[in-house]
């Protein structure tokens, strides 16, 4: 479960944009949902399924890496900042 943040220059629109991409192309997203994070900015709210994942290690780092990578191109330094927990129980769906 996390949340990926981003300066106030991006739009509601663009995050909609990255999520509904998100969505099509990766099943493994559980839920996304866009959401104020300060006063002026917003963020994707995500829950990604990584049980699959062989290393239990390295699990975070495994979405964590790729993903932050291409935000990061997409969106250079209006990414701001992330807020990613893991391990997350869900207790009810």
Do not use: C, H
């Not at 002026?40 to 399924?49: K, L, P, R, V």
């Not at 994942?53 to 191109?73: H, I």
């Amino acid at each position: 479960m996390g949340l990926w943040k981003f300066n106030d220059k991006i739009s509601i629109e663009q995050l909609e944009e990255v999520a509904k991409k998100w969505a099509a192309e990766d099943p493994k997203y559980l839920q996304l949902y866009i959401r104020r994070v300060s006063k002026n900015q917003f963020g994707i709210g995500f829950t990604y399924d990584i049980s699959d994942r062989e290393s239990k290690e390295n699990q975070l780092a495994e979405y964590m890496d790729p993903v932050s990578d291409s935000l990061k191109r997409q969106f250079g330094n209006d990414l701001v900042g992330w807020d990613i927990a893991s391990p997350v129980w869900i207790v009810k769906k």
